[in-house]
């Protein structure tokens, strides 16, 4: 179980604690919320498929599991701020700014640490990431972020930075910037412990390796893959598939989902696969080469 006010929203600068534990309270009182850039629940590739991975959370002595129940892009006029490397020598007549800018308040140094993150100015040698569309890098204003209180926006108080011998242009550009939408739902799983493990084992666990039949092949597969506890184990063949890792992948329920080996033309991964085995919970993932 994770706290969703510990997530990070997709932003350079994160949303203020006290909003998101507004948006953790407004989920769990209504049963619904809906974020920008926000992710309190997460879907993911299952070889070809959309899946859903399981959120737990707690909140007093009640258990929720929370659901991903909508996605959608949508625009917004924000702020940026960015800083973009020259391949040229510096113009003359620059006067170029160097960290720390005293004349910055507390924020505005840290937009402008994002900015320089964003545009790896740290790295040596310094890596132009080019054009990009809007939102893809550098310091974006987002709703919780005021610009008016910035003096980065909306005209930099300084055109260019000196850092690491490398030379950049401060840019702050007001766009209309695509952004993900997020609905996300609340179901109550009940208040004692016992029924939020029950539930677990209805809707997370694939299967309990000590309640089946298992052919000393489906043993041997599984005894590689787990050796290496608390470690990740690791298991690997050459197709074609062996008849115990198909016996494994049956029991998880998803030998259905795999198809020949030749049908694969890039790297496929079917995660967050959970069993109970020899006495221990595990999650399992099949990873695909081509």
């Known amino acids: 179980m994770e706290d969703p006010t510990a997530q990070h929203a ?12 507004t948006v953790y309270d407004e989920l769990l009182a209504s049963g619904s919320v809906t974020v ?7 879907e993911y590739e299952f070889g070809s498929e959309q899946r859903e991975r399981s959120q737990f959370v707690m909140d007093g002595d009640q258990y929720y599991r929370i659901h991903v129940d909508m996605v959608r892009t949508v625009e917004r006029d924000w702020w940026e701020f960015y800083l973009d490397l020259q391949d040229s020598e510096q113009p003359d007549g620059t006067d ?11 924020r505005d140094q840290q937009i402008l640490q994002r900015a320089m993150e964003a545009a790896a100015a740290d790295r040596n040698p310094a890596i132009d990431v080019g054009d990009q569309k809007p939102g893809s890098r550098g310091v974006t204003y987002h709703h919780h972020l005021d610009s ?14 000196q850092h690491n011998d490398h030379l950049f242009q401060a840019r702050a550009e007001q766009d209309t910037i695509p ?3 997020r609905t996300f739902t609340a179901e ?18 694939q299967v309990d390796f000590s309640t089946v039949s298992l052919s000393t092949e489906a043993t041997d597969v599984l005894n590689t893959a787990t050796e290496g506890r608390p470690i990740s184990g690791f298991y690997e063949e050459s197709p074609p598939m ?5 016996e494994v992948l049956t029991q998880l329920n998803t030998a259905d989902h795999v198809r020949d ?24 993932e099949l990873a695909v080469y081509p």
Do not use: C
């Not at 920008?36 to 997460?42: F, G, S």
């Not at 170029?96 to 507390?106: E, F, G």
């Not at 008016?148 to 930075?161: G, H, M, W």
């Open 188 to 205: 109550p799983i009940g208040g004692p412990r016992s029924e939020y493990e029950q539930h677990v084992r209805n809707t997370v666990l």
């Open 36 to 42: 920008l850039n926000y992710q309190l629940a997460y």
């Open 179 to 181: 952004v993900t939408e």
């Open 242 to 246: 062996s008849d115990g890792l198909d």
């Open 10 to 21: 997709q932003f350079a600068i994160d949303y203020p604690e006290e909003y998101k534990r």
């Open 261 to 284: 080996h030749s049908d694969y033309g890039e790297y496929t991964t079917f995660p967050n696969m959970y069993a109970i085995y020899d006495g221990s919970w595990y999650e399992f």
């Open 96 to 106: 170029p700014a160097t960290v720390p800018i005293a004349s910055l308040s507390d």
């Open 148 to 161: 008016e209180a910035s003096d980065l926006v909306p005209s930099p108080p300084f055109e260019y930075l």
